[in-house]
């Protein structure tokens, strides 16, 4: 089993600052099969980012993913008060299909 | 526009058996795979496993197996997870979600709005 180690557990910032989250996987991913979830309180994850680096339908270009092998990020270059949310990262690469544990993004 | 509505909450007794309904519209059902995923109360992700609507073959994730049956009904597009012999640890929320058309490896575009399942006795 992959297993997706995120950090750091909660990210505190200001408005208009940058945000960068980090996932790391226990086994190389192939960077095809790495997504970005975002989650809001009470409401179901959206997907941000697929294939690690492309922005999902709808979501802001002040999100951005990077990354390979085993070290992925998830970006957010300018924090708005709507960014708050847990952010997870998955890779459907093999089976099981796994999330890491979440990074909180507070203002 | 691609829609997921899960039915409502449940509430069950130790041992018993919960069944969400998943009902999909907005596309072709037969098309894209439906996985199942679980949130636990202030918890991370867990997927469940993930069914084929189209042939209704099904893959479940090991922990799960024995307990879990993923269904579905091509007259309504409704896909279906059902689990038994509940157990405490069970409480959660339960989520669809669409996946690729192809294969099912890949990312979850659109998901239900989700189902709490809290078992109690």
């Known amino acids: 089993e992959v297993v997706l180690t995120q950090s750091p557990g909660t990210l505190s910032l200001s408005p208009g600052e940058r945000a960068t989250l980090s996932c790391r996987a226990s086994?190389?991913?192939?960077?095809?099969?790495l997504a970005w979830y975002q989650q809001k309180p009470g409401q179901a994850p959206r997907l941000v980012i697929y294939g690690a680096s492309s922005r999902a339908t709808g979501i802001p270009d002040r999100f951005s993913g990077s990354g390979s092998g085993t070290d992925f990020t998830l970006s957010i270059s300018r924090l708005e008060p709507e960014d708050v949310a847990v952010y997870f990262c998955q890779q459907h690469a093999t089976s099981p299909l796994t999330f890491g544990g979440g990074t909180k993004v507070e203002i | 526009q691609v829609q997921l509505v899960q039915s409502g909450a449940e509430v069950k007794k130790p041992g018993a058996s919960v069944k969400v309904a998943c009902e999909t519209s907005g596309y072709a059902f037969t098309t894209y795979y439906i996985h199942w995923v679980r949130q636990a109360p202030g918890q991370g992700l867990e997927w469940m496993g993930v069914?084929?609507?189209?042939?209704?073959?099904?893959f479940y994730v090991q922990k799960f197996q024995g307990r879990v049956s993923m269904t579905r009904d091509t007259s309504t597009s409704t896909v279906y997870m059902e689990l038994s012999s509940l157990r405490s640890e069970d409480t959660a929320v339960y989520y669809c979600a669409r996946g690729g058309s192809s294969s099912w490896y890949r990312d979850f575009d659109y998901w239900g709005q989700g189902t709490l399942v809290t078992v109690s006795s």
């Open positions: 069914i084929n609507p189209s042939r209704g073959t099904t």
């Open positions: 086994q190389t991913v192939s960077s095809s099969y």
